[in-house]
């Protein structure tokens, strides 16, 4: 079965901190890798999109990983803000069926000051 | 959000009536799509079009109806069939072939009473 997994749930820390979010992942075959950051009544916003090949990927503050061969990627954050504060999903596409995403159910990113 | 548009962002409506999801793009895209998004839940796909006039039953299409007679146009109606209607519903559209990012649209709220 298909599935996306993250950890943790939720998660709250300190401005201006470092954090590391989990996804682990079971769709197969694997096409790419997704990381969207949705605030909260508004609809998601891609961060990175990672294919098999790649095992990093940046875009500002957050840094994006992958392995492949074990199924997992984390979503790195540094110096958190307070507008870091929303749902992070990570989502993944397999290449069977064109267009077809497998979303997690997100960790909850909370930022105080 | 892109040049995606949901309306209206919430909508509220009576148990046993139909109702209708608007989703407009103007980024030229083929393929869009509808999800539910529950709380705590991941995004689930109620149904998909890679082309005009041409669409695919997602995960969960039961109790809804889409149609797709303009590229740029996929609107959704949620039939008095489905059984817990009230949630936030997010369209999205891609260009289609390859590894493309899912654009959002800000969402639709609806709460069935």
């Known amino acids: 079965k298909n599935q996306v997994e993250q950890s943790p749930q939720s998660l709250i820390i300190l401005e201006g901190k470092n954090c590391t979010l989990q996804c682990n992942y079971t769709v197969s075959p694997f096409s790419n890798l997704r990381w969207y950051k949705q605030d909260t009544g508004r609809g998601p916003v891609s961060l990175t999109i990672m294919t098999f090949s790649e095992n990093t990927k940046s875009n500002g503050r957050y840094t994006a990983t992958l392995d492949a061969d074990t199924k997992q990627s984390s979503l790195h954050i540094t110096a958190s803000q307070l507008s870091d504060s929303a749902s992070y999903i990570c989502?993944?596409?397999?290449?069977?069926?064109?267009?077809?995403?497998?979303f997690g159910r997100g960790t909850q990113l909370t930022v105080w000051p | 959000d892109g040049g995606i548009t949901q309306s209206p962002k919430y909508l509220f409506r009576k148990e046993g009536q139909n109702v209708t999801l608007s989703c407009e793009q103007n980024?030229?895209?083929?393929?869009m799509y509808w999800y539910r998004q529950d709380p705590g839940q991941g995004l689930r796909l109620i149904y998909y079009?890679?082309?005009?006039?041409?669409?695919q039953k997602g995960d969960i299409a039961e109790g809804y109806s889409v149609s797709r007679e303009k590229k740029e146009s996929f609107p959704l109606t949620v039939t008095s069939a489905q059984k817990n209607p009230t949630a936030f519903y997010l369209c999205?559209?891609?260009?289609?072939?390859?590894?493309?990012?899912?654009?959002f649209g800000p969402g639709t709220r609806l709460t069935v009473t």
């Open positions: 079009s890679q082309i005009v006039n041409d669409f």
């Open positions: 980024l030229n895209h083929d393929a």
């Open positions: 999205a559209s891609e260009p289609g072939q390859g590894i493309n990012e899912q654009y």
């Open positions: 989502v993944v596409s397999g290449s069977s069926t064109l267009g077809r995403l497998y």
